[in-house]
């Protein structure tokens, strides 16, 4: 017989996930709690250093004693800042992490909970992870390799407006540095202005063609930060501009295009930070929407040949956002579907 969860309790859970503040780095408080949560569920639960002597931990969960599992369920922990209480109004839940990625990662867990009460899963069946830095480099992901496991498939939560992800972009991080000359700002010829440089180098940029995919469509630039400089009466020594180009296809290409720009500009350096590709992903499920997703995820930081599949209910266009939010009525959707998905890989 099918088993319905009251949505009472997963709002209270969320609620619960989302006034612990687990921003990028401050993750160890939901740590800690879904830990004993998931635990009190009658899962086995362990917490894993990220590094040796690390204060950040992974939690992994399975049933019984079995750390293999054939299937991965897995979200991230962590939210970007600032940190936004969670509030409720009607079917409308606001808050840091509501879609990206706490409703998700609620929504996994019900529809795991609900499907072991059906009697549809048994010990090695599934596992979870969740993981922190998602939003800030993937350090957690990039360390669940070093778990020593394998699974057949793989369910990440994000927020996908409730439809399967055909694929997703990946993402070039790189900053780009000016070195100037100071001198007095009414006399500078005796100088050189790093700002000027860098505004060269980054108008050059913003004038390249990036490669277009038929499936993830445009390869599209962002320069996020700039800073340089002292005060206004004095020429930059230095001006840096942090950028992110969402890759389309030809990620390797794309870092020698930025190469060839910026190396026209002399006194102006790049510095590539982290990166990883795109994604092609399994979207073909009966019953299910499928779009491509235009940010990036960690399916591509956790390494092996298993199957990837990405799907949550909420909206990525309010994630990140002081108005971030997501509808009861959706994660209960998800929920439903998250337990389709989960007997479609197994």
Known sequence: MATKTDSKKVVELLKTLMNIESTSEKELEIGQ???KYIQSRGFTAERIPIAPGSTRHNVYAYLGGERKARLLVTAHMDTVPPHIPFSIDGDVIRGRGACDDLGPMVAQIFAVEELRAEGALKEGDVSFLWVVGEEKGGPGMIAANDMGLTWEAGLFAEPTEGKVAKGHKGNLVFEVIA????CHSGYPHL???ATLLLFDAMRDLGAVEWPVSDLLGPTTLNIGKIEGGV???????EAKALCSIRVAKD????????????????DVEVDFKFQYPEMVLQWEFEGFEAEPMAYGTDIPRLRGDHRKVLYGP???????GKDEYILVSEIMEAIEKNKKLIMELL
């Open 33 to 35: 709690y879904l830990a």
């Open 179 to 182: 070195h100037g000359k100071a």
């Open 191 to 193: 100088g050189k202005s």
């Open 231 to 237: 005060g206004y009466n004095i020429l930059a020594t």
């Open 251 to 266: 990620i390797e290409g794309i870092k020698t295009m930025v190469r060839e720009v910026i190396d026209k500009h002399p």
């Open 314 to 320: 909420g909206s990525i266009r309010v994630a990140h």
